[in-house]
């Protein structure tokens, strides 16, 4: 046999294994996927599913949505809003489920049964099925599947283990599925996902908005104070300000926190709108809500209002829906903050820490940053003969990028500071000086003044380019101490 003849059948033969090889594979991947489909108890995409009616000991609710990215709606009852992820999770549970055993034997009894005889699987427990699922599946392309109806139904419990002389405890329950011909046999724990309550299902937090949506927001509280703050955008930014009870800036984060407090927020217990009346209101300490927040969009709509009922128990807040969900009682000082909690607190403000290069104290020590680092720039600045090289004082490093993000326990605006000798702000404490060796850039001078009445940790404090008066604690102190008497780090001096 001529050579090339023999390397051409050599290569055909070789193409022949593989293309079987292949074909094996395929075919094993293709019967293991048809396994576990025909393992499933209903075969679908969850994602298809546009209608659930759930039927159980609790009730018949029927679940819509309008289409796979939208959010479920509860058509019955009607009244209280979803918690999606409940939905989501129940549905889950179901497309996931496989069943442990297929007695195709009872198809006859089955086929009654899915005709209506509800007596002829009365023994499996279908006379009343303890729990059944219709699901409206939408059509699917790209699995090549049409628009169709599926059903379940969760019958009575395996009785293996029963009468042993010990409790009871249900593994294995009996199922029908419109997939699967005759009775299947699913885990008992299936009952729990199909088990559920109006106040399983309904939503349970208290903010019902977008944070992004909302532009403005109101806060009154019983005694009659009231935080007004609105949204602008500069630049591209939103910009939060105060508007009442003075126009003042507001933090940004702050506020961002504020907010996302509400969507994060979920009650304890839930009393349902048409459980709710006069008489319980009280109880509830909304007849006079201690404070009410309203919440509204950028035109002006109201996004959502929640008002707060103050108990010596607990604290009430009214849901979107109607409800009236409880959390704790010590959650009411952070829904219902100060003034000062919104403004924005930081000490130096507006000032780009990028010009400051240049620290100079009381004593009139200077210390000056020279690349990353902070040296002693003062005429008398302390030198070692040993060591003539200079020494970084990370103190005055420190002490200045403590500086940058430091916000003041509070802020007294300028209307409260007309007499500076009230704070001891005429003969101050101490005094620093921020800025730069560019004469052209901000010279920020900073006077400490005497200490704060009945809060001996805190100070005041006062900058000379701004009328504000801050009430700061006092750390800081001992540190600008050893910078005024020209000291290093203990890390340089050793």
């Known amino acids: 046999m001529k050579p090339w003849l023999k390397i051409t059948l050599a290569v055909v033969a070789g193409a022949a294994i593989w293309g079987g090889l292949v074909l094996d594979q395929h075919l094993a991947e293709k019967e293991e996927?048809?396994?576990k489909q025909e393992a499933k108890v209903l075969d679908f995409e969850s994602k298809d599913v546009l209608k659930?009616?759930?039927?159980?000991?609790?009730?018949?609710?029927v679940f819509q949505r309008d289409t796979a990215t939208s959010d479920w709606r509860l058509v019955q009852p009607q009244g209280p809003k979803l918690d999606q992820d409940s939905i989501r999770n129940m549905l889950a549970a179901i497309q996931s489920q496989n069943y442990e055993q297929h007695l195709e034997e009872q198809q006859k009894a089955i086929d009654s049964f899915k005709k209506g005889d509800a007596a002829s699987a009365q023994v499996f427990g279908f006379e009343k099925p303890r729990a059944s699922?219709?699901?409206?599946?939408?059509?699917?392309?790209?699995?090549?599947?049409?628009?169709?109806e599926l059903k379940f139904w969760l019958g009575g419990d395996l009785a293996f283990g029963a009468g042993a002389g010990a409790a009871f405890n249900a593994v294995s329950s009996y199922a029908v599925s419109s997939d699967r011909k005759g009775l299947i046999v699913v885990p008992h724990s299936l009952l729990t996902s199909l088990e559920k309550d109006?106040?399983?299902?309904?939503?349970?937090?208290i903010g019902d908005f977008l944070t992004a949506d909302v532009a403005s927001f109101e806060l009154t509280k019983s005694d009659g104070t009231q935080l007004v703050l609105s949204k602008s955008k500069d630049n591209g930014q939103s910009i939060w300000s105060v508007s009442k009870p003075k126009q003042i800036k507001a933090d940004n984060n702050q506020v961002g926190l504020y907010l996302d407090s509400f969507t994060r927020l979920r009650a304890d217990n839930i009393t349902e709108s048409a459980a709710i009346n006069e008489q319980n209101k009280t109880a509830l300490g909304l007849a006079a809500p201690s404070a009410t927040l309203v919440l509204k969009a950028e035109d002006g709509k109201v996004l959502q209002t929640i008002q707060m009922g103050l108990t010596k128990e607990s604290l009430y807040l009214t849901l979107a829906d109607g409800a009236v969900g409880s959390v704790e009682?010590?959650?009411?000082?952070d829904l219902a903050p100060s003034l000062k909690f919104f403004r924005d607190r930081r000490v130096f403000a507006g000032v780009s820490f990028n010009d400051i290069n240049l620290l100079v104290t009381k004593a009139g020590q200077?210390?000056?940053?020279?690349?990353?680092?902070?040296?002693?720039?003062?005429a008398d600045a302390p030198k070692d003969p040993k060591k003539p090289e200079k020494v970084a004082v990370d103190d005055a490093r420190n002490f200045v990028e403590d500086w940058e993000f430091s916000t003041a326990e509070d802020i007294l605006d300028a209307d409260e500071t007309t007499e500076l000798a009230k704070f001891g702000l005429d003969k101050p404490l101490t005094q620093f000086t921020l800025g730069s060796t560019d004469d052209k850039k901000p010279q920020i001078q900073v006077t400490v003044g005497n200490r704060v009445p009945n809060n001996?940790?805190?100070?005041?404090l006062k900058r000379a380019d701004k009328p504000e008066v801050f009430v700061m604690e006092t750390k800081w102190l001992d540190v600008l101490t050893r910078l005024d008497q020209g000291g290093q780090s203990p890390q340089a001096k050793k």
Do not use: C, M, P
């Open 456 to 460: 001996e940790k805190a100070v005041y």
């Open 329 to 333: 009682l010590t959650k009411f000082s």
């Open 52 to 61: 659930i009616t759930l039927q159980n000991k609790h009730g018949q609710f």
């Open 133 to 148: 699922v219709v699901l409206d599946v939408a059509a699917n392309k790209e699995a090549g599947t049409k628009a169709r």
């Open 366 to 378: 200077r210390y000056q940053k020279e690349g990353s680092a902070w040296y002693n720039a003062s």
């Open 198 to 205: 109006l106040k399983d299902l309904r939503t349970k937090t």
């Open 33 to 35: 996927v048809s396994k």
